[in-house]
T-cell receptor, first 115, second 112 residues
Framework: DTGVSQDPRHKITKRGQNVTFRCDPISEHNRLYWYRQTLGQGPEFLTYFQNEAQLEKSRLLSDRFSAERPKGSFSTLEIQRTEQGDSAMYLC?????????????FGPGTRLTVL | GESVGLHLPTLSVQEGDNSIINCAYSNSASDYFIWYKQESGKGPQFIIDIRSNMDKRQGQRVTVLLNKTVKHLSLQIAATQPGDSAVYFCAEIPNTGNQFYFGTGTSLTVIP
């Protein structure tokens, strides 16, 4: 499967714990995006990278959220001191900048439940 | 942020009928729009896109119409099938950046 993959698919954690999610983009894609999606809503943009550079992070929900893409390939999203309100689906997408269309292709998501 | 909204939160159609899902957007400077389909427990799946210099684009069983005058986007699905049951989102991409702005979504249910 050469699509976007995310790990884990599901994560249950207790309030106050830290969690980290991984995203592996489509191999030739240089842009990688993180979104959060709550039930019944469309994805909400959080941040994106072009190669290893994080070009937009003002939409990260708080300073408890951080993302990295150290080698310009896979990315991680970390949430520190989780709160119940962090429970959501976290989606990753990738695209190829400079292509005719910068269409974003999404992974299956990581569903986070904070107890 | 941008405002992208959908007129109807739910839509039920008979199998074989055509479906029309509507979307309103707010930023007249947006130049790229995408329709995504999202099945339960899965990530959004690209269906079709359209640029602002076009009024219509057709794919396999799907057509997207763009009316820039009233800032309205629609997705038409021909001969709707049970496998089309999902939530459909339109996404708006302003020409000022790479952020996608999604609406709330329309839940399509196909009745066999």
């Amino acid at each position: 499967d050469t699509g976007v993959s995310q790990d884990p698919r599901h994560k249950i954690t207790k309030r106050g714990q830290n969690v980290t999610f991984r995203c592996d983009p489509i191999s030739e894609h240089n842009r990688l995006y993180w979104y959060r999606q709550t039930l019944g809503q469309g994805p909400e943009f959080l941040t994106y990278f072009q190669n290893e550079a994080q070009l937009e992070k003002s939409r990260l929900l708080s300073d408890r959220f951080s993302a990295e893409r150290p080698k310009g390939s896979f990315s991680t999203l970390e949430i520190q001191r989780t709160e119940q309100g962090d429970s959501a689906m976290y989606l990753c997408a990738s695209s190829l900048a400079g292509a005719l269309t910068d269409t974003q292709y999404f992974g299956p998501g990581t569903r986070l439940t904070v107890l | 942020g941008e405002s992208v909204g959908l007129h109807l939160p739910t839509l039920s159609v008979q199998e074989g009928d055509n479906s029309i899902i509507n979307c309103a957007y707010s930023n007249s400077a947006s130049d790229y729009f995408i329709w995504y389909k999202q099945e339960s427990g899965k990530g959004p799946q690209f269906i079709i896109d359209i640029r602002s210099n076009m009024d219509k684009r057709q794919g396999q069983r799907v057509t997207v119409l763009l009316n820039k005058t009233v800032k309205h986007l629609s997705l038409q699905i021909a001969a709707t099938q049970p496998g089309d049951s999902a939530v459909y989102f339109c996404a708006e991409i302003p020409n000022t950046g790479n952020q996608f702005y999604f609406g709330t979504g329309t839940s399509l249910t196909v009745i066999p």
